[in-house]
């Protein structure tokens, strides 16, 4: 074991000594069908349906029962989800078609597709502009559609391969650059790249959260790092060690934590004491390779997948 992952260990075991505990923990298993692979959850916390992307479809689940309650098939190498819910649509990114499957949110029935760059991957809702922020993996870029009416507003430059993606709703969308090591900042209306900062000491940065109060991100790093970002400025305030191989994060504005999940098969939850201080309070055992999850601010339970001996199923976490 090398030297630097000793010291991120033992500072791990530092604050699980220091901190007290949320009280997350496994409370429920949902069984699905299928098998492959799965990437990110989206919770539609108003209509109470939870997203999940699995291969080639979308398992939709009801947030309260718990039950499947539908899916949208044929959206090849499905991503993400991004929800327009003003205009009853909801939008898929199907990296392997290169391109975005609206779909409606009452029938989950596909109604229109829209082209865009190579490997669309990260795809958010922006509620300031009423577009879609497509993130193409292989592009380096991002289509922007307009929610209403499915057109191509245009391109945005990326200047390297986007992960992970969050907007405030006030003209500002943020993307993480995994192997250039910085966090785009966006002018969402101009659709102009504003700044590229770069965010060391992390490392391939893979996902992201917003906390819109304190205007922070909250970005998981590949090198077992958490590193809490100023939204405004660009610069680190802050960086915590977790566990390997993040690939969602999510912030509960109500209860002031962060989650991060890791394929190492661990939730790591901090406790948000000011803008710029953090507490590791939990580190939740999942599923070795659950990597992604969803939160839901009004149960605040995160939905997390989970490939346990070939059957996919989705773990609920609660307190």
Known sequence: MKAKHKLVLALLGV?????????????GKIALSGTGGWDYVTVDAAARRVYVTHATQVEVLDADSQQPVGKIAETPGAHGVALAPEFGRGFISAGKADSVVVFDLKTLKAVAQVKTGKKPDAIIYDPATKRVFAMNGDSDSATVINAADNSVAGTVDLGGGPEFAAADGKGNVWVNLEEKNEVVHIDSQAMQVKHHW???????????AF????????????????????????????????????????????????????????????????????????????????????????????FVPANQSGSFSVLVLGQ
């Open 211 to 302: 906390d819109g109060q304190t205007r922070r991100l909250f970005l998981g790093c590949r090198n077992h790092f958490m590193a809490v970002v100023d939204a405004d400025s660009g610069k680190v305030v802050a960086s915590y060690p977790i566990g390997d191989h993040v690939d969602a994060s999510a912030f509960d504005p109500e209860t002031k934590l962060v989650f991060h999940s890791t394929g190492d098969g661990n939730v790591f939850v901090f406790k948000q004491e000011s803008a710029d201080k953090y507490s590791l309070v939990e580190k939740v055992a999942t599923n070795q390779g659950s990597k992604t999850m969803g939160f839901d601010p009004k149960s605040h339970h995160l």
């Open 198 to 208: 770069p965010v060391a000491p992390c490392q391939a940065p893979s996902s992201l």
């Open 15 to 27: 604050a699980m000594i220091a901190a007290a505990p949320s009280g997350y923990r496994i409370i």
